[in-house]
Structure formats: C-alpha cells, structure tokens
C-alpha cells in the first residue's frame, strides 16, 4: 500500500490487526528452505560475518528476537514487540522518495537449531512485493564463526514497484546492507 501521508500509531496497528485473515500472496510458502527458489522469482543472498564464539551466537540470536535487524535507515518495523512465532503478522512502513509505503508480512516458520536460529516470513497481499525472505544467525564449530544470513526471493507485487523495478531493487540492496549493519552493532555491544 502506498501512501502520501505518515499514518498514525493508531492507524498502523489497525493495519495489522486487519491482516489477520489477510493470506500468502504467493504458492511457494516456506520455500525459503530449499536450496532453489520457485520459477519467477529474483534470488537475493547476503551474509556478513558476525564475529567469533558461542557468546556472539547468543548476542545474535537475541538480537534477532529483537528484530533487530530491520533497525534500518528510512524502514520502521511495526510490531518489533511481536514474537517471533508461526503465524505472527508485523508490517513494514517505509519512507523514500517523498512518499511512504506500508507492507505486510507473517513469519512462516522458526528456526531454533543448537548452531542456527532463524525465521521466515512472507508476503501478505497486503505488501508491494510478493516473496519470502529468511534470515539466520549461524554458529560453525569447526571455525567457531558467526554468520548473520539473508536469503530471499522476492518480485514486484504493486505496478509502481514494476514501473520503479531498478529504485525498487536498489532498496532492497541497501536494507540488506542496512541489516547486516544493524547486526554487526548488536553484537560488538558490551
């Protein structure tokens, strides 16, 4: 949904609430755990070294309960008090270019391994783009390094977004740039 206008603290948590019968807007839902995405879909993978340690993997993973990682320039996350859970629903409220645009999502599935955590969550119909994107916190015991993970697949889901596809693939470029920022942060705190 794209807006001219900023909405109110009211008016976003009526977004979300209204996105509680809202469904996937895509067929492949938790295809984020397969090693290939579905046909027509732009693959984006990033990662960035966290540190090293057991105690990094601990910041890391709480930080990602946090949300930290959408602690980015220009992107509120709406519902950061939401916990990270199957069927929960948050929205993302971004800001860029003179206007705003208010998308919704829901976690698809959790990640809560001895060496990796995680979550999915994908696209509502209620959001510019149509797609999954995970993200995960991984510890390598034979290396003992951290890893933060982005993998999505993601196409344009509103007709601005096809018009502005480079703008829009330029965005999603810099929040996962933005992310891994946000993540390198958390865990470097004392």
Known sequence: ???????????????????????????????????????????????QLLGRGRTVFEKAKQAMRQWTMFEVPGLDL?????????????ALFAHHMGFHSLSSCRVVYVIDEPDRFGFAYGTLTEHVEI?????????????????YDIYAFSRPGHYIVKLGFPYARYLQKRFAVASK?????????P
């Open 1 to 47: 949904m794209f807006l001219t206008f900023s909405p109110t603290a009211q008016q976003l948590k009526q977004f979300i609430d209204s996105r509680e019968a809202d469904s996937f807007s895509y067929e492949a839902v938790g295809a984020t755990r397969e090693p290939s995405p579905p046909d027509g879909f732009i693959v984006d993978h990033n990662r």
């Open 78 to 90: 709406i519902g950061k008090d939401t916990p990270i859970e199957p069927g929960r629903n948050v």
């Open 131 to 147: 797609g999954e994107e995970r993200f995960t916190a991984e510890y390598h015991p034979y290396t003992d390094e951290v890893w």
């Open 181 to 189: 920022a946000a993540m390198l942060r958390a865990v470097q705190k």
